[in-house]
Nanobody, 125 residues
Framework: QVQLVESGGGVVQAGGSLRLSCAAS????????KGWFRRAPGKEREFVAA????????NYADSVKGRFIISRDNAKNTVSLQMNSLKPEDTAVYYC??????????????????WGQGTQVTVSL
């Protein structure tokens, strides 16, 4: 059974930092793109960041560019999201995802076949 499990969410003040991690089990994703998405209350899920299979190319939403950094460790089958200079509008449930059969840092959510259960990030004023 394939599982993606996120960790690292929590409550932080505006301007602070959090690091999200996502551990995969059940299969290796060393040749698959990985991404982070989020869903804020009352809003649709949106793309946050993606990284290609080798970790050499990344893609970010404009709203997080320059503040968030996505990285991966294929040996550990993990992907991480370092979030800096957090803003209240970053408050959301964050989901990690892995793309089956897709190696490039793709942005559409429907290209990701595996999803974690989500972790809550709350940024207070």
């Amino acid at each position: 059974q394939v599982q993606l499990v996120e960790s690292g969410g929590g409550v932080v003040q505006a301007g602070g930092s959090l690091r999200l991690s996502c551990a995969a089990s059940g299969r290796t994703f060393s040749t698959s793109a990985k991404g982070w998405f989020r869903r804020a209350p009352g809003k649709e899920r949106e793309f946050v960041a993606a990284i290609n299979w080798s970790g050499t190319m990344t893609n970010y939403a404009d709203s997080v560019k320059g503040r968030f950094i996505i990285s991966r460790d294929n040996a550990k089958n993990t992907v991480s999201l370092q979030m800096n200079s957090l803003k209240p509008e970053d408050t959301a449930v964050y989901y990690c995802a892995a793309a089956a059969g897709m190696g490039r840092a793709t942005t559409p959510g429907n290209e990701y076949g595996y999803w974690g259960q989500g972790t809550q990030v709350t940024v207070s004023l």
